[in-house]
């Protein structure tokens, strides 16, 4: 189920190189840096595979770094939550760090900068600064406190660290070229005042790096190798480098960019993805719909298939969007190898066997895997006069290429006997609610001695055993292809899509699922893959949640 070898890319290929020629003097070491401002998602999955798969495969090591700079919005919950799901993928990091354990460090290497005058106070405000700054055809303009002096600088920066001034009163810039073509580099912002607690820290500092000042310089003291960043920070990667060499570290890390996923009825900026729960667009962090970590778990994809996904769509340098269809392929392919078979009705209809004796109830044997698939197993399924079947597996007046039971038909049941249609059974509106079936004992199993087919089997379950369930449909959440890039003004949530869940109640199933532990995986024949909800579901109250759904011919030929 897992790939034997990781495939060739081209950061893959350049570690080869660092280590052929022993470019850094030191093993690989890759990190995996979130912000603490969200649930980690399938975005994350990529980069978490990419940083662990290198340190991994290159005798290395990797780090889990929270980059926790900005106190306003992190939280330990969301640290737990990165961990756990750090660890449920597979991975173990040799070391738990924060950039928050980084402060008085950064704190003496902005000190150096301002020493150096390579760094100085600026007492404009946010907008003054953003003007100054000038656009990508003009350059920007210095600022009227870019000729402080050292001293003067100094003085100021401890003063802010002291706590004497108020939020946005100053900020440290670097001193670098207003005139440069990269916008970055026109005197970045690298510490700001903000009186606020740290989830951490607590109130030791009001003055916090800039995610441009604490990224490249974390990696620099934790001996990063290779800094793997997605796209949107390639401008980021002059500032990146300046500042690693300015505050003179021997052989520091370089900056590669990738493309980040992008996946197709999918949003993947954490800051929409907050809005979703906080706006109650769905349940939490961790529902089934969401594109996180602890969603999809929930969902019921395993920790293989996302390793797996993760592998095949690779690490390129230009963006394309990967087809949702490609990942549930991969979600699909790895439960289909390792999830027992069962049966369940979701829309019931009523069958009585009228020649089957009443009252009784047999065992029949079925195999919990099928042929193609290596495991092996078997359990019992009750059988008796009173059946459950799919509402959509009867028509009354059928069309060519629907085989399944009809007025007069002969089908097979899954597992157990042929049974005939005799007579329908409707209430006062018309509608069907009862149908009065023969069976063939002589068919016990599903085949008839005397060689005779049948075009149709359905799945069923015995109404005297049956457990009653709810399921939850899940569906993609969004309704159109890419819900990331909507028109300047347009709410992206009004393209939610309003049949992402449905849930079905008194859907009927299998005894031998009540014995099974929450988060237990099936493929329900001829349905889809399904998890026991882990939060939810009780022993005589079970809840399913759809992981991913099967191919249907029938819905196919119905839509020709």
Not at 389 to 411: C, H, N, Q, T, Y
Not at 499 to 522: C, F, H
Request: hydrophobic share 35%; proline share 8%.
């Amino acid at each position: 189920m897992s790939h034997d070898a990781p495939r060739s890319n081209f950061i893959r290929d350049l570690v080869e190189e660092d280590v052929a020629t022993g470019r850094f003097g030191r093993p690989v070491t890759t990190r995996f840096p979130p912000e603490p401002n969200g649930y980690p998602h399938l975005g994350h999955v990529k980069s978490i595979v990419l940083n662990f798969g290198l340190a991994r495969d290159f005798g290395g090591r990797c780090n889990l770094r929270f980059d926790d700079t900005n106190p306003v919005t992190e939280d330990m919950k969301y640290v737990e939550a990165m961990k756990a799901d750090v660890r449920w993928l597979g991975y173990a990091p040799d070391a738990e760090l924060y950039a928050s354990d980084y402060f008085e460090r950064l704190f003496e290497i902005a000190e150096g900068l301002v020493r150096d005058g390579k760094a100085y106070v600026d007492s404009q405000n946010e907008e003054q600064i953003r003007e100054g700054r000038g656009t990508v055809t003009s350059a920007g303009t210095d600022s009227p406190y870019r000729g402080r002096s050292p001293e003067e600088n100094l003085d100021l920066l401890r003063r802010m660290r002291a706590g004497e001034f108020p939020d946005g009163a100053h900020v440290l810039r670097a001193k670098i070229d207003m005139a440069h073509p990269n916008m970055v580099m026109r005197d970045p912002l690298l510490l700001r005042i903000r009186h606020a607690p740290h989830y951490r820290r607590g109130s030791e500092w009001c003055v916090y790096p800039l995610y441009d000042f604490a990224h490249g310089l974390s990696d620099a003291i934790e001996g990063i190798t290779r800094s793997l960043c997605t796209l949107e920070f390639k401008d980021g990667r002059d500032i990146y480098e300046w500042l690693v060499r300015e505050a003179g570290f021997e052989r520091p890390p370089t900056q590669i960019e990738f493309a980040r996923l992008e996946l197709e009825y999918t949003v993947l900026s954490k800051r929409k993805l907050l809005r979703l729960v906080n706006e109650g667009h769905v349940s939490g962090w961790d529902d089934p719909r969401m594109p996180t970590i602890a969603g999809i778990r929930r969902r019921g994809v395993t920790p293989e298939a996302l390793r797996n996904f993760a592998e095949a769509i690779g690490v390129a340098r230009k963006p394309a969007r990967t087809e949702l269809a490609t990942y549930e392929h991969y979600v699909r392919d790895d439960l289909n190898m390792r999830v027992p078979r069962r049966m369940a009705v979701l829309k019931p209809l009523k069958v009585v066997l009228t020649n089957y004796p009443e009252g009784q109830v047999e065992e029949l044997e079925a195999p919990s895997y099928p042929h193609d698939v290596p495991l092996e197993g078997s359990r019992p399924v009750p059988f008796s006069r009173e059946l459950w079947i799919e509402r959509d597996d009867f028509m009354e007046e059928p069309p060519k290429k629907f085989f399944r039971l009809a007025p007069g038909r002969e089908v097979r049941l899954r597992y157990a006997y042929f049974i005939t249609c005799q007579e329908v059974v409707k209430d006062a509106d018309g509608t069907v609610v009862e149908l009065r079936c023969t069976y063939d004992p002589a068919t016990r199993g599903g085949d008839a001695p005397d060689g005779r087919k049948v075009q149709g089997t359905i799945h069923w379950v015995s109404a005297a055993r049956a457990l009653d369930a709810e399921v939850r449909l899940y569906e993609r959440l969004f309704s159109v292809l890419d819900p990331e890039d909507v028109p300047e003004g347009e709410d992206f949530t009004k393209h939610l899509n309003p049949d992402s869940l449905v849930v079905v109640r008194g859907a009927k199933v299998e005894p031998s699922l009540r014995d099974d532990p929450p988060g237990s995986r099936y493929q329900f024949e001829r349905t889809g893959y399904f998890v026991s909800d882990a939060e939810d579901s009780r022993p005589d109250a079970p809840v399913f949640n759809r992981t991913v759904g099967l191919r249907d011919s029938w819905a196919k030929v119905k839509g020709s």
